[in-house]
C-alpha cells in the first residue's frame, strides 16, 4: 500500500530539482554549447553510437509520441540521425546515428564528464563519497519510484523473458532445484483475458519485474509468478507489484486471491504478510509450494 509523500519529502526534491537543474545546464538555450536543446541533446545520447528504435526511445524516456516525432525531426534535420522501418518488423521505425551523430554524441559525452568534473572538483574526498553515495541512492529510488506496470500478452517475448530469469532463480534458492516442467505453459495459459492477465513492470523501459492472475474459482483469483530483479529489490517494487496484481483481479471481478510460495523465500512470506495475507491450508497440488495464502479484496 502507497503512503502520501510529507510537505517535506517534497520540499527536498523539488529544491534539488533546482539546483541540479541549474548547475548543469538544463535551462541553457544551447545545453553545454552544442547548439540543441537540453531535450534534444539527452534523446541523442539516449540513442547512442549502435542506435534505438522508437518504442524503445519513447518508453525509456517517457515521452508523449507527438513530441519525440518532433525531436527526431530536429535531429534528422542537423544531419545527426537516420529514422528507418526495422528490417525485423516494418512496422517499427529505427533510429540510427550518422557519423556527423555519432560525433555529437562523442563531444556531448566529453563535456558532461566536463561539467559534471568541474562540478564535485571544489569537494574533498570524502564529501565526493558522500556526494557519490547519496546520489546512488537517489537515482536508484527515483528509479523505482516511477516503475511503469503495465499488461502484456503472456506469450510475449518479455513475459517469457521475465518468467525465464523467475524459473532460473528458483532453481538456484530451492535445495533440491527446480524443474518448471510444464508450468510454463499450463499455467501461463490461465493468464489471458478476460478471466486472467499477466502485467510486466518497467524501469526506463527495461522488465524488472512481472506477475500473473489466473482464475481459481470464479470469485477467486491466484497470483502467479510473481518476480522482482534481485537489483531492484529493496526499493518497494515486490510490494508495488503485489498490489498492482490485487487490483488486476478486482478488476477483473474476483473478491479473494490466493497464492502459494516455498518456505525459502522467507523474503516473499514476509511481504505477503505485511500485506494483510493469512494463512491457509493446501489449495493445490504444486510440488514446490510450502505455504499457502488468502486475502479478501477490499472493494473500491
Request: contains cysteine; glycine residues 8%; hydrophobic residues 40%.
Amino acid at each position: 500500500m502507497t503512503t502520501s509523500a510529507t510537505p517535506t519529502d517534497t520540499r527536498i526534491l523539488r529544491s534539488f530539482n533546482r539546483a541540479w537543474s541549474q548547475r548543469v545546464g538544463v535551462m541553457e538555450e544551447s545545453f553545454l554549447g552544442t547548439g540543441r536543446s537540453f531535450g534534444a541533446s539527452r534523446l541523442l545520447f539516449e540513442i547512442g553510437t549502435s542506435g534505438a528504435g522508437v518504442l524503445e526511445l519513447r518508453r525509456r524516456l517517457a515521452l508523449d509520441s507527438g513530441y519525440l516525432s518532433r525531436l527526431l525531426r530536429g535531429l534528422e534535420d542537423d544531419g545527426l540521425v537516420d529514422v528507418r522501418p526495422d528490417p525485423a518488423d516494418k512496422r517499427r521505425r529505427l533510429v540510427v546515428p550518422t557519423a556527423a551523430g555519432r560525433r555529437a554524441i562523442d563531444r556531448l559525452e566529453d563535456r558532461s564528464e566536463e561539467r559534471a568534473a568541474h562540478l564535485v572538483g571544489p569537494l574533498g574526498p570524502s564529501q565526493r563519497r558522500r556526494l557519490s553515495e547519496a546520489l546512488a541512492t537517489a537515482e536508484r529510488l527515483i528509479r523505482a519510484a516511477t516503475v511503469v506496470v503495465d499488461p502484456v500478452d503472456v506469450s510475449s517475448a518479455e513475459a517469457v523473458a521475465a518468467v525465464r530469469r523467475y524459473f532460473a532463480e528458483l532453481d538456484e534458492r530451492f535445495p533440491d532445484g527446480f524443474d518448471p516442467g510444464d508450468a510454463a505453459t499450463t499455467d501461463m495459459a490461465g493468464m489471458t483475458p478476460p478471466h486472467g492477465s499477466f502485467l510486466v513492470g518497467r524501469v526506463d523501459g527495461t522488465v524488472v519485474a512481472c506477475g500473473g492472475v489466473q482464475p481459481h474459482t470464479r470469485a477467486i483469483a491466484e497470483i502467479k509468478r510473481m518476480w522482482v530483479d534481485r537489483a531492484w529489490r529493496g526499493c518497494g517494487l515486490g510490494a508495488r507489484m503485489l498490489v498492482a496484481l490485487e487490483d488486476e483481479a478486482r478488476r477483473l471481478g474476483y473478491r479473494e486471491v490466493y497464492l502459494d510460495t516455498n518456505s525459502t523465500l522467507v523474503e516473499a512470506i514476509s511481504m505477503y504478510e505485511r500485506s494483510g495475507y493469512r494463512g491457509i491450508e493446501r489449495y493445490n497440488d504444486n510440488p514446490y509450494a510450502r505455504r499457502w495464502f488468502a486475502k479478501r479484496l477490499p472493494r473500491p
